[in-house]
């Protein structure tokens, strides 16, 4: 069963980039939509964005441009930064895998999250 | 961007009761919609795909329904575990979105 686990800095200061990185056991990172969703505390889910394995990428545009997700095969990982971060940015970050059906080799466009990780708390702050 | 709106936003059930939960899209969705449960201090957790498809190790009680723009999580029979967050999620189209959530509690 595959596994996720976020990892990076749990305190950012503000205007700095925050860096997180998720590392896939169990299971390929070559295939599939690789996600990004946070959660300030005691709010509900925001979706960051995806890279997939062929490192096509996309990221919400509420955060404007300053997400960028990548992928490394090699490590079985994939990553997030996002830069210039403020207070806002305060929240869980959850790492996911985005999941399709496919029937008689067509694949559906839409996409589910069937694993998560465990989820980290990144604050920011001075 | 697709917008989910989530109904009621908060609902306090007695046990063996009855759920139901709305989620309504800006939109148009198809089938692409789907429910997670996020208990206390954990990450969700996926209960129902493509509107109504059940997912294995889900208690049978969970059922999804609905097309479109209007779509409902049924948890016939709610037992003390059901105790969470309840989201929708919609990935027809991008941004991918979720609902505000809607929170269960045990009367």
């Known amino acids: 069963q595959v596994q996720l686990q976020e990892s990076g800095p749990g305190l950012v200061k503000p205007s700095e980039t925050l860096s997180l990185t998720c590392t896939v056991s169990?299971?390929?990172?070559?295939?599939?939509?690789w996600t990004w969703i946070r959660q300030p505390p005691g709010k509900g889910l925001e979706w960051i964005g995806y890279v997939s394995y062929s490192e096509t990428s996309y990221h919400n545009p509420s955060l404007k441009s300053r997400v960028t997700i990548s992928v490394d095969t090699s490590m079985n990982q994939f990553s997030l930064d996002l830069i210039s971060v403020t207070a806002s940015d305060t929240a869980v970050y959850y790492c996911?895998?985005?999941?399709?059906?496919?029937?008689?080799?067509?694949?559906?466009?839409?996409?589910?999250?069937?694993?998560w990780g465990q989820g980290t708390l990144v604050t920011v702050s001075s | 961007e697709i917008v989910l709106t989530q109904s009621p936003d908060f609902q306090s059930v007695t046990p063996k009761e009855k759920v139901t939960i709305t989620c309504r899209a800006s939109q148009s969705i198809g089938s692409g919609l789907h429910w997670y449960q996020q208990k206390p201090d954990q990450s969700p957790k996926l209960l129902i795909k493509?509107?109504?498809q059940s997912i294995s190790g889900v208690p049978s009680r969970f059922s999804g329904s609905g097309s479109g723009t209007d779509f409902t999580l049924t948890i016939n029979s709610l037992e003390a575990e059901d105790v969470a967050t309840y989201y929708c999620?919609?990935?027809?189209?991008?941004?991918?979105?979720f609902g505000q959530g809607t929170k269960v509690e045990i009367k």
């Open positions: 999620h919609q990935s027809s189209g991008l941004p991918w979105t």
């Open positions: 996911a895998r985005g999941v399709t059906s496919c029937t008689h080799g067509v694949c559906s466009r839409a996409y589910y999250f069937d694993s």
């Open positions: 493509y509107t109504s």
């Open positions: 169990g299971g390929s990172i070559s295939s599939y939509y």
